[in-house]
């Protein structure tokens, strides 16, 4: 197995604050924006633009959730295991907000599938838009695209990428991993 | 661990220690879902399920029908008291009618212990008992420890005390089981003749006087007395019975700590609970109900998922 250094914690960092700033750009005072971090990996990238938003560019009041998916997959009964359920902490309605998805990866599009499912039993949005830090070229199998991209790479099929946060992998950085 | 160590809900006798907590942690997540707006997930969209209640139910009946339903299974359901049953069809053949029909679980209510057991061994489903005869009621015991946790934070280390008809009460066995696997202590408490003679075996304690066990323990799960399983007279009369083991606002304030007091369903008001016991701050036995169904869903969910396509 080898590994290859795709973002460094400096990449990782100045990526932040331009999604950060594309989001300021789109929504403002995020007065009818809500983010919702899907779990399990993108919720410490939701949860850190928020503090990026907070502390750095002094939006006040941000609405934050964490949707898990699990049973909206559609691969349920698939595969070998038993699909594992995350928290889902969504304390508000989001009933005519504008809603941001966000995630790390984005790669065949059925997370975000099952998330646009799951995001229905809290109410009807306004809209739905996806934020990923990193986007995956060509491996979509959903016609289903990011609006806010950090990276996008190239990666061939026995590939991963991994993305790791500082609050739960100890360094902030991206790696493409051979399998 | 992500995965249950059974194929089949068939009594608590058969889970391990690791099933109940996945069990209690799926379940936490179907909490949430029950209290969203909308109070349902397309998970087992391809799943066909059978509830076959060859004796009464409301509540369990009801519960089960609700988690199948909130996970948007299909559902047969269907009562002994309008089948071929009464014309002499075999438990076996009814079931593998149903089962051509292409169903992929049963859950299962039966008055014969070990018909789950049985079935099992016959059938190619999933089987889930909701109850059989006085042996065992899984799903009943999970849900009185999940609400035990939901109350007190854990179920290790805690005292609770098992009230009344012990000899007729699959409930009372399960739990027994379930306590003792997450490392509570138990204790029985009931009429010498409705205490099963051996029940010691079990590890349990055993108590005659109400009020010792009521001073003893953390929570009181308070049982039914079974009248219908009755074929004698266990005690003289349902008076003197709610004298020395009903539970009433008086004895509760006279003892020395606040109690939880847990009920099964149906209660018997002003035989073994009081009303104002039953409908105190005390009582759990509503979010028993509530809880009921994050239970289920979770128990159909996890077994669901080892049926392979």
Same mark, same amino acid.
């Given at each position: 197995? *080898?590994?290859?250094?795709?973002? &460094?914690?400096?990449?990782?960092?100045?990526?932040?604050?331009?999604?950060?700033?594309?989001?300021?750009?789109?929504?403002?005072?995020?007065?009818? !924006?809500?983010?919702?971090?899907?779990?399990? =990996?993108?919720?410490?990238?939701?949860?850190?633009? !928020?503090?990026?938003?907070?502390?750095?560019?002094?939006?006040?009041?941000?609405?934050?959730?964490?949707?898990?998916?699990?049973?909206?997959?559609?691969?349920?009964?698939?595969?070998?295991?038993?699909?594992?359920?995350?928290?889902?902490?969504?304390?508000?309605?989001?009933?005519?907000?504008?809603?941001?998805?966000?995630?790390?990866?984005?790669?065949?599009? =059925? *997370?975000?599938?099952?998330?646009?499912?799951?995001?229905? *039993?809290?109410? =009807?949005?306004?809209?739905?838009?996806?934020?990923?830090?990193?986007?995956?070229?060509? *491996?979509?199998?959903?016609?289903?695209?990011?609006?806010?991209?950090?990276?996008?790479?190239?990666?061939? &099929? &026995?590939?991963?990428?991994?993305? &790791?946060?500082?609050?739960?992998?100890?360094?902030?950085?991206?790696?493409?991993?051979?399998? | 661990?992500?995965?249950?160590?059974?194929?089949?809900?068939?009594?608590?006798?058969?889970?391990?220690?690791? +099933?109940?907590?996945?069990?209690?942690? $799926?379940?936490?997540?179907?909490?949430?879902?029950?209290?969203?707006?909308?109070?349902?997930?397309?998970?087992?969209?391809?799943?066909?399920?059978?509830?076959?209640?060859?004796?009464?139910?409301?509540?369990?009946?009801?519960?089960?029908?609700?988690?199948?339903?909130?996970?948007?299974?299909?559902?047969?359901?269907?009562?002994?008291? %309008?089948?071929?049953? @009464?014309?002499?069809?075999?438990?076996?053949?009814?079931?593998?009618?149903?089962?051509?029909?292409?169903?992929?679980?049963?859950?299962?209510?039966?008055?014969?212990?070990?018909?789950?057991?049985?079935?099992?061994?016959?059938?190619?489903?999933?089987?889930?008992?909701?109850?059989?005869?006085?042996?065992?009621?899984? $799903?009943?015991?999970?849900?009185?420890?999940?609400?035990?946790?939901? @109350?007190?934070?854990?179920?290790?280390?805690?005292?609770?005390?098992?009230?009344?008809?012990?000899?007729?009460?699959?409930?009372?066995?399960?739990?027994?089981?379930?306590?003792?696997?997450?490392?509570?202590?138990?204790?029985?408490?009931?009429?010498? $003749?409705?205490?099963?003679?051996?029940?010691?075996?079990?590890?349990?304690?055993?108590?005659? +006087?109400? /009020?010792?066990?009521?001073?003893?323990?953390?929570?009181?799960?308070?049982?039914?007395?079974?009248?219908?399983?009755? +074929?004698?007279?266990?005690?003289?009369?349902?008076?003197?019975?709610?004298? %020395?083991?009903?539970?009433?606002?008086?004895?509760? +304030?006279?003892?020395?700590?606040?109690?939880?007091?847990?009920?099964?369903?149906?209660?018997?008001?002003?035989?073994?609970?009081?009303?104002?016991?039953?409908?105190? @701050?005390?009582?759990?036995?509503?979010?028993?109900?509530?809880?009921?169904?994050?239970? /289920?869903?979770?128990?159909?969910?996890?077994?669901?998922?080892?049926?392979?396509?």
């Amino acid at each position: 197995m *080898s590994q290859k250094v795709l973002l &460094n914690a400096k990449e990782v960092n100045i990526i932040l604050h331009r999604l950060a700033c594309q989001l300021i750009e789109k929504h403002t005072d995020f007065s009818n !924006t809500v983010l919702i971090g899907l779990q399990p =990996r993108g919720v410490f990238l939701a949860d850190r633009l !928020t503090k990026i938003l907070e502390d750095h560019y002094k939006v006040k009041n941000i609405q934050l959730g964490h949707l898990d998916i699990t049973f909206y997959r559609d691969d349920f009964r698939r595969g070998e295991k038993t699909l594992e359920a995350n928290t889902t902490k969504i304390n508000f309605l989001v009933e005519d907000k504008n809603i941001v998805f966000i995630d790390d990866v984005l790669h065949t599009g =059925r *997370s975000i599938r099952a998330a646009l499912t799951a995001i229905q *039993s809290f109410g =009807r949005p306004n809209e739905i838009e996806l934020l990923t830090l990193i986007d995956r070229r060509f *491996s979509r199998h959903l016609p289903i695209q990011p609006d806010y991209r950090g990276r996008q790479v190239d990666v061939i &099929n &026995n590939e991963k990428v991994k993305v &790791n946060w500082k609050e739960n992998d100890n360094e902030d950085s991206v790696y493409l991993i051979e399998k | 661990m992500s995965e249950l160590s059974v194929n089949h809900l068939l009594g608590i006798k058969y889970l391990k220690e690791q +099933d109940i907590q996945l069990i209690f942690e $799926t379940a936490d997540h179907f909490k949430e879902v029950i209290n969203r707006p909308i109070k349902k997930v397309p998970s087992l969209r391809d799943i066909t399920i059978a509830n076959l209640f060859f004796e009464n139910s409301t509540r369990t009946k009801l519960s089960f029908e609700l988690a199948e339903k909130r996970l948007s299974a299909d559902v047969i359901n269907f009562s002994s008291g %309008q089948s071929s049953v @009464k014309k002499g069809e075999t438990l076996i053949d009814t079931v593998n009618n149903i089962l051509s029909m292409k169903v992929d679980m049963v859950v299962m209510r039966h008055p014969n212990p070990g018909a789950g057991v049985f079935l099992s061994k016959h059938i190619n489903a999933s089987i889930i008992n909701a109850g059989d005869g006085a042996h065992e009621h899984p $799903t009943q015991a999970l849900l009185d420890s999940y609400s035990i946790r939901e @109350k007190l934070g854990s179920v290790k280390g805690k005292k609770v005390v098992i009230v009344g008809d012990i000899l007729h009460s699959r409930v009372a066995l399960s739990n027994i089981f379930a306590l003792q696997l997450q490392g509570a202590q138990v204790m029985v408490c009931g009429p010498k $003749t409705l205490l099963p003679k051996y029940i010691d075996k079990l590890g349990v304690k055993v108590e005659t +006087d109400l /009020r010792k066990a009521l001073n003893w323990c953390d929570v009181a799960n308070m049982l039914r007395v079974q009248n219908e399983r009755m +074929d004698i007279s266990y005690f003289p009369s349902t008076r003197e019975y709610t004298q %020395q083991f009903g539970v009433n606002k008086e004895l509760l +304030d006279s003892l020395d700590k606040e109690i939880t007091i847990m009920h099964p369903g149906p209660i018997n008001r002003g035989v073994e609970i009081t009303s104002d016991v039953a409908d105190s @701050k005390q009582s759990i036995i509503l979010d028993q109900v509530q809880n009921g169904v994050a239970i /289920r869903m979770a128990a159909i969910y996890l077994l669901a998922s080892k049926i392979k396509q």
